[in-house]
């Protein structure tokens, strides 16, 4: 059999193909590794060939910058689905209805159905001399069989577990839904069992490089426990348990720093606009240092692209340069003296169109637009021709940006710089970064202590908010205190302007019990009573939204947030499949 190389390869086709078997997707008769099991399941490269298929199923644009994206399902985790964006979505405004099907609890049972097949090969097969050659491969899937599992438990809580392939006559297609404790202790241990397989991301070859590392699996564990440990606590769950949670997280997070597998990107040549171009870097030049991704260590695990042989094939830049952003959002970025717009001196007020973005958080101004700046996109003319910033490189712009439109705060993440046609991006997706590790560590042990030390908060938050703010004041407990902060916020907020729009705001919110708060507070926009807006942008006389007692655009109002929110329903045809099958509260 021809040996196929994982570096942005084409999947094997034969081993992509789900064939589906009536409408309950638990039973997917004719499994996807059904080649011919006499001939098959034999060597390791076999066992790897069938593996590459489960790395179509991470998280990538379309299932965080889209709700949906076009012939895709719904988008659980879009980060337009949140409190931060100016969307209107019916996820983010709690109109959302009760379904008949969901093709995400569809995809995940056809996912588990591929894996479980691996798995149980692998388990009728112990006694093969070659059997450790491909144990690499059976950590791999239960890696995702973990990661599909967290997946559904971020959805809809808990899930009927199914560990084995099964056929029509098997009774866990009636069985009840299992527990929340049920499927996260499955998740830990699928993961601990990969950990102790999985190598070091230093020990995986060049030919192999983006399979999964034993960093990644580390990472992944900080996460699940995190979420999990969070949840419990925050809704008076058992103490032991949540703690217990919380150790994990702390741990599995710890070891991936210390290992020094990883690292923070941020190339001096860059400087302060080095996370900016680390989201848009690819190996064609896309930055003013001509960096190529080779240079990027912080991607622990990635969904990779390529401009020649992977393109994304979602229209990335245009759908995301000039998006809607909520004042709430503009309004958490620090000022440089590490303190919030409400107590620092430095804070320039809102009468300006460009007044509040002065003296502010290195990454407001790359992660926003700012009013009258020029920017590029990847049209022509529009694309930058040399990065300096030269009267070339202005003529080549789309202009001075007018953020007189939407909330009047506008995104630039994610947006291309260089001269490139619609939907052939081709940089690469973050499953796992290092500045989310460093994020979890710092909350796990602030919630599992109630403190966290200045050592602590210097191997973690401090890394990340320093990267581009070289002068900024740590975060510390000093600071906290003498200027009445509140440490848990702070490094709520350190998490929220990190790792925004990269599908963790939503359920951040519901993992904190705190968007029955957030998620119905009006999507605001910029000042207009009394500001340089109220001359600048008007429509018919007056102004574009309704203004608040304020003076601040009401973008969208009457929000609202139940508790059953919380969760999303279960399809009513999968009750209807299997009866057994209770339906989530208020739902």
């Given at each position: 059999m021809k040996k196929i190389t994982f570096q942005y390869k084409a999947f094997m086709t034969g081993l992509a193909l789900l064939v589906l078997a009536g409408c309950n997707k638990l039973v997917d008769l004719k499994p996807i590794n059904e080649i011919s099991d006499a001939d098959y399941w034999k060597t390791a490269d076999q066992y790897k060939l069938a593996a590459n298929e489960f790395y179509t199923y991470m998280i990538t644009f379309a299932n965080v910058l889209y709700d949906p994206a076009p012939g895709q399902p719904p988008s659980p985790h879009a980060d337009i689905r949140s409190d931060l964006t100016a969307s209107r979505s019916p996820f983010s405004n709690g109109s959302n209805a009760l379904s008949v099907t969901d093709a995400n609890w569809d995809n995940a049972y056809t996912r588990l159905r591929a894996i479980n097949y691996l798995l149980a090969k692998?388990?009728?097969?112990?006694?093969?001399?070659?059997?450790?050659?491909?144990?690499?491969?059976?950590?791999?899937?239960k890696f995702f069989r973990a990661y599909i599992y967290f997946d559904l438990l971020q959805q809809f809580g808990g899930v009927p577990i199914v560990t084995k392939p099964l056929t029509s006559g098997s009774p866990e297609l009636q069985a009840p839904r299992n527990s929340r404790d049920e499927v996260v202790d499955l998740v830990i241990k699928d993961l601990e069992d990969a950990i102790a397989v999985l190598p070091l991301e230093s020990a995986i070859t060049a030919a192999n490089k983006g399979r999964i590392s034993k960093g990644a699996a580390q990472a992944f564990l900080g996460r699940v426990a995190l979420y999990e440990g969070t949840w419990q606590k925050f809704r008076n769950g058992d103490a032991?348990?949540?703690?217990?949670?919380?150790?994990k997280s702390i741990a599995a997070s710890n070891a991936v720093i210390t290992s020094t597998q990883y690292s923070l990107f941020a190339p001096a040549a860059l400087g302060d606009s080095a996370?900016?171009?680390?989201?848009?870097?690819?190996?064609?030049?896309?930055?003013?240092?001509?960096?190529?991704?080779?240079?990027?260590?912080e991607y622990i695990l990635a969904n990779r692209y390529s401009y020649t042989l992977r393109q994304i094939r979602n229209n990335v830049t245009h759908t995301l340069i000039g998006g809607g952003i909520s004042k709430k959002f503009a309004d958490m970025y620090l000022c440089q003296d590490g303190l919030p717009i409400d107590k620092s001196p430095l804070f320039q007020g809102y009468g300006m169109t460009r007044s509040e973005f002065q003296n502010r958080d290195n990454r407001m101004r790359y992660t926003m637009m700012i009013d009258s700046n020029y920017y590029w996109d990847n049209e022509n003319p529009g694309s930058r021709t040399n990065w300096t910033g030269d009267a070339a490189d202005i003529a080549s712009s789309k202009g001075r940006h007018n953020a007189a439109s939407g909330?009047?705060?506008q995104n630039q993440k994610w947006a291309t710089e260089r001269r490139l046609n619609d939907n052939e991006e081709g940089y690469d997706w973050p499953v796992i970064r290092l500045a989310e590790v460093y994020l979890n560590y710092a909350e796990a042990v602030y919630e599992r202590n109630g403190t966290i030390s200045d050592a602590d908060l210097d191997k973690s938050v401090n890394l990340v908010r320093n990267r581009v703010n070289k002068t900024m004041p740590k975060l510390s407990n000093s600071l906290v205190s003498a200027n009445s902060l509140d440490m848990r916020t702070e490094i709520r907020r350190e998490r929220t302007i990190e790792l925004y729009l990269e599908g963790f705001r939503v359920d951040d919110l519901k993992r904190w019990k705190t968007a029955e708060i957030e998620m119905p507070m009006n999507v605001?926009?910029?000042?207009?009573?009394?500001?340089?807006?109220?001359?600048?942008?008007?429509?018919?006389?007056?102004?574009?939204?309704?203004?608040?007692?304020?003076?601040?655009?009401?973008?969208?109002?009457?929000?609202?947030?139940a508790q059953k929110n919380y969760l999303l329903p279960i399809p009513t045809q999968q009750r209807a499949l299997n009866p057994n099958l209770d339906q989530n509260p208020g739902w």
């Open positions: 692998d388990s009728v097969d112990i006694d093969n001399p070659l059997r450790p050659e491909r144990l690499l491969y059976v950590a791999e899937a032991n348990r949540y703690n217990g949670l919380l150790d996370q900016k171009y680390m989201f848009i870097l690819e190996d064609e030049k896309s930055n003013p240092a001509n960096i190529t991704k080779s240079a990027n260590k909330t009047g705060y605001l926009g910029v000042k207009w009573s009394g500001t340089r807006w109220q001359t600048r942008w008007v429509v018919n006389g007056t102004s574009p939204y309704t203004v608040d007692a304020n003076g601040f655009l009401i973008f969208e109002g009457s929000r609202t947030w």
